[in-house]
């Protein structure tokens, strides 16, 4: 076109010649086209719409719940013990003394007095009969009434164990405990000589929980039931549920005194943290929550002025506009945003990975 347009231009005399250089002149370098605005290549993300929660972390402390000490409940020397950390069930041997066992039963109740024939109705008995029924050895519906049958039962359950076959249980001879009973540092010796209420060894029930001391500043966080998250040592998660909120108290070890509420919390799954005898994890309790939002990731926010963020919107051109936004909850490394042209699909401009 330009070799053309030079030719008719000389064939039309010099002057014509020169209005064409000048024309040239002026289209390469005084009026230059504008540039096409580049389409956008680097990273983005959806906005996407759903709900917002935001979480509030509290450190706490994973251990075994149910700390007693298993104490001697007759006279004589104590002829066997546990092994640290092994679990006594429901039947099994806690400890013996002068060579007679004393087996574990589960119940709420400690034992008072002697089950035999002639002793009143009670709680105990009913209690004591479930305990035989679990263990095989009682079919008929438990009762508090200590009748031929409990005998029967108690005789098959002595047999059973190598025990002295006397139908009856004298007090001392057997030990209820709400549930399994995980074995901790012992306190006596095999060979010592133990009376009433010796302690023998330190033990706890085999359910896990984390115990929290929740910030008074907190405390609407604490209501029971709550599912939270948990951060184990190690990086791994898992979750738990708010099983108890106690009344407030004074914090431990601090100086000055905070007032705290102390918060306990029930793993939903039991093994998760199976392998952990005690350790300080992380508590997440959600804390404000947004339904049905707009949500970007917090690094898509720019800062337009002082007072007003914004996010770089990628059109289906491949250009990036930038438009202004108003922000809401951050949770979760995400943001909640509102404004004008704003819609769940777009595609938000993020730093580079």
């Known amino acids: 076109m330009r070799r053309r347009t030079l030719i008719r231009l000389a064939a039309g005399g010099a002057v014509a010649v020169g209005a064409g250089v000048g024309l040239r002149a002026a289209r390469d370098f005084g009026e230059a086209r504008p540039a096409a605005t580049p389409r956008f290549d680097g990273a983005t993300e959806p906005i996407v719409r759903g709900d917002l929660e935001g979480s509030t972390a509290a450190a706490g402390t994973l251990r075994y719940a149910g700390e007693r000490t298993v104490q001697a409940a007759g006279a004589g020397t104590l002829t066997g013990l546990p ?43 009913e209690q004591l009969e479930h305990g035989l ?117 004074e914090s431990a070890g601090q100086e000055p005194p905070q007032t705290v509420i ?44 002082e007072r007003r963020f914004g996010v770089e919107i990628v059109g289906d051109d491949g250009t990036a506009r930038r438009t202004p936004v108003t922000t809401g909850l951050f949770a979760g490394g995400r943001v909640e945003v509102s404004g004008e042209g704003l819609a769940a699909g777009q595609r938000v401009v993020v730093p580079r990975r």
């Not at 013996?96 to 589960?106: F, G, M, S, T």
């Not at 039931?225 to 708010?242: F, M």
């Not at 093994?271 to 309790?285: E, G, I, R, Y």
Request: proline share 7%; charged share 20%; glycine share 12%.
């Open 262 to 305: 102390p918060v306990v919390v029930t793993l939903s799954d039991p093994k998760a943290a199976a392998s952990l005898q005690q350790a300080s994890v992380t508590v997440t309790l959600p804390s404000d929550r947004r339904e049905d939002v707009l949500s970007v990731p917090v690094g898509a926010l720019l800062a337009i002025d």
């Open 133 to 249: 029924r679990r263990l095989g050895h009682l079919r008929d519906a438990p009762g508090p009434t200590f009748t031929w049958v409990t005998a029967n039962a108690i005789d098959a359950w002595q047999k059973a164990t190598g025990l002295e076959r006397t139908g009856r249980l004298p007090l001392g001879s057997v030990l209820f405990a709400d549930g399994d009973l995980r074995v901790g540092t012992a306190t006596a010796r095999v060979g010592d000589r133990v009376g009433p209420g010796a302690g023998l060894y330190a033990a706890t029930s085999t359910t896990q929980i984390v115990e929290v001391d929740l910030k008074l500043a907190d405390q609407r966080l604490a209501v029971t039931g709550t599912e939270v998250g948990i951060r184990l040592p190690g990086g791994a998660t898992t979750e738990g549920r708010i099983s108890s909120v106690g009344t407030p108290t």
């Open 83 to 125: 092994a640290p950390g092994s679990v006594v069930r429901l039947g099994g041997r806690l400890f013996a003394v002068d060579n007679v066992p004393v087996p574990l039963l589960h119940g709420t109740l400690p034992a008072w007095r002697d089950f035999e024939f002639g002793m009143a109705d009670g709680p105990d008995v």
